[in-house]
């Protein structure tokens, strides 16, 4: 290997190194390795019963589906077939 493209890939190794240290000092790379470590962990074993909920857990659909997706396409299905949820009210006599 020639001298120059030495001193290039040790000056690119020093970039490298200094680009993963200034990762590595980042508050928002903890908190997003912290976030899927914790993910992992409750799908491997479980939440941990200890844990306080998270904003938002009290409410939250227990099947994980949205009540308004389910309806939406309940009745995509009625109309599909015919019957709608809620025929239109009566039109108006003259």
């Known amino acids: ?25 980042s508050p928002s790379f903890h908190r997003g390795v912290r976030r899927i470590h914790r993910t992992v962990e409750e799908l491997r074993y479980g939440r941990d019963p200890s ?11 227990p099947t994980g589906s949205s009540s308004f997706l ?10 599909a077939r015919g019957k709608p949820s809620e025929p239109p009210p009566n039109p108006p006599k003259m």
Request: proline share 4%.
């Open 51 to 61: 844990e306080p909920l998270r904003q938002g857990e009290a409410t939250a659909d």
């Open 1 to 25: 290997m020639a001298p120059w493209a030495r001193l290039m890939w040790a000056a690119w190794l020093r970039v490298e190194d200094l680009i993963v240290a200034q990762i590595l000092r």
């Open 70 to 79: 389910r309806h939406f396409f309940e009745e995509l299905k009625n109309q």
